[in-house]
């Protein structure tokens, strides 16, 4: 054989073996289920991706209106607190007190209330033999 024709064979086994390759990894059983996997591992990463982002919009539009509203009940308060001096004169304010015993002595009355009772006074006879039995 001469030099033409042996590289004419290398050429030929190589582009073969790497056609061969191509092929083999576009059919093989194993290259479909990798392929399948990677498009599933994709998806499932876009997946969180896009779960993050909600999550993160969320939590920001939660923690607006959360400053709105604190910002909304100093703005309350200091309405309440400026227009009570002008509504209520000093004669008024001395007989509008909260009387926080009064509180503590609705709770003492419920708690001395007397509980009822799980059991019977008298017993069942249920463990009595047949002679102590009327």
């Not at 309350?76 to 009387?99: C, F, G, P, R, T």
């Amino acid at each position: 054989m001469d030099k033409v024709m042996i590289t004419y064979l290398v050429i030929g086994v190589v582009v073969g073996f790497i056609i061969c390759l191509i092929f083999m990894n576009d059919i093989s059983p194993k290259a479909r289920k990798y392929a399948k996997l990677k498009r599933d591992l994709d998806q499932a990463h876009a997946d969180l991706d896009s779960q993050k982002q909600m999550l993160v919009k969320h939590f920001s539009h939660s923690a607006e209106i959360l400053d709105n509203m604190a910002k909304d009940f100093r703005r309350l308060y200091q309405h309440m607190a400026e227009n009570s001096s002008k509504l209520v004169s000093e004669n008024d304010k001395s007989v509008i007190q909260l009387d926080s015993d009064s509180d503590k002595k609705v709770t003492q009355n419920l708690s001395h209330e007397k509980q009822p009772k799980d059991y019977s006074e008298n017993s069942s006879g249920l463990f009595k033999s047949e002679d102590y039995k009327l």
